[in-house]
């Protein structure tokens, strides 16, 4: 039995909601899965002001556990196209496990969301895997054996590197089901991978 993290900031619960799926889909492949955020780095007067969700029930990871998983999924909306400051912060605190490589041969994946189609969705994800590809984990995409991300007939996120949400300029749409449904794919495929490799 795999064990998987699901490890994500959200600033808006966008990246939440879809953390759950993934962590729904990792577990219907038979894993146990944990849910944590990485510790936000904007002051909390500063948060509120900007309507930030407050009330998220993942704890805060350590860079510590990281190493107590077969398997870590990352999430995180975008900036500018690239992964938040605060997911950036995070992983540049565990320079102890790159040099030691601990983390090597662990299996990973990327979501995320974005305000457009088109505003940094495939990119965002990709950065996201470069960092972990540095830190030696093996990647699992969203293959298209999940239907869900085809067609033109709605608004939808999605892309073979990873599940994602679209949520509008003023964060007002919530992942669809088709996204929320890549976000359980990408999960299950994930533990399954890491189920063949550590099992």
Same mark, same amino acid.
């Given at each position: 039995?795999?064990?998987?993290? +699901?490890?994500?900031?959200?600033?808006?619960?966008?990246? &939440?909601?879809?953390? &759950?799926?993934?962590?729904?889909?990792?577990?219907?492949?038979?894993?146990?899965?944990? *849910?944590?955020?990485?510790?936000?780095?904007?002051?909390?007067?500063?948060?509120?002001?900007?309507?930030?969700? @407050? /009330?998220?029930?993942?704890? *805060?990871?350590?860079? /510590?556990? #990281?190493? /107590?998983?077969?398997? !870590? *999924? +990352?999430?995180?909306?975008?900036?500018?196209?690239? #992964?938040?400051?605060?997911?950036?912060?995070?992983?540049? @605190?565990?320079?102890?496990?790159?040099? =030691?490589?601990? #983390?090597?041969?662990?299996?990973?994946?990327?979501? =995320?969301?974005?305000?457009?189609?088109?505003?940094?969705?495939?990119?965002? !994800?990709?950065? @996201?895997?470069?960092?972990? @590809?540095?830190?030696? #984990?093996? !990647?699992?995409?969203?293959?298209?054996?999940?239907?869900?991300?085809?067609?033109?007939?709605?608004?939808?996120?999605?892309?073979?590197?990873?599940?994602?949400?679209?949520?509008?300029? /003023?964060?007002?749409?919530?992942?669809?089901?088709?996204?929320?449904?890549?976000?359980?794919?990408?999960?299950?495929?994930?533990?399954?991978?890491?189920?063949? *490799?550590?099992?």
């Amino acid at each position: 039995m795999a064990k998987v993290l +699901v490890l994500y900031h959200s600033t808006y619960g966008h990246i &939440e909601a879809m953390a &759950e799926a993934v962590a729904e889909g990792a577990r219907s492949a038979g894993a146990t899965v944990d *849910i944590r955020r990485v510790p936000e780095t904007v002051p909390e007067d500063l948060a509120r002001k900007s309507g930030y969700k @407050m /009330d998220q029930r993942a704890p *805060i990871a350590t860079v /510590d556990e #990281l190493k /107590d998983y077969d398997a !870590i *999924i +990352v999430g995180a909306g975008t900036r500018f196209g690239r #992964l938040p400051s605060q997911m950036a912060a995070f992983w540049d @605190m565990a320079g102890g496990l790159w040099a =030691t490589g601990a #983390l090597n041969g662990k299996v990973g994946g990327a979501f =995320t969301s974005t305000a457009t189609q088109h505003g940094g969705n495939e990119l965002t !994800i990709l950065s @996201m895997i470069h960092n972990l @590809m540095h830190f030696g #984990l093996t !990647i699992v995409g969203l293959d298209y054996g999940y239907a869900g991300q085809s067609g033109v007939d709605t608004v939808r996120g999605g892309s073979p590197y990873g599940a994602s949400t679209v949520t509008d300029s /003023d964060g007002s749409r919530m992942p669809s089901e088709d996204e929320l449904g890549g976000a359980r794919y990408q999960g299950r495929r994930v533990a399954e991978v890491a189920a063949k *490799i550590f099992g």
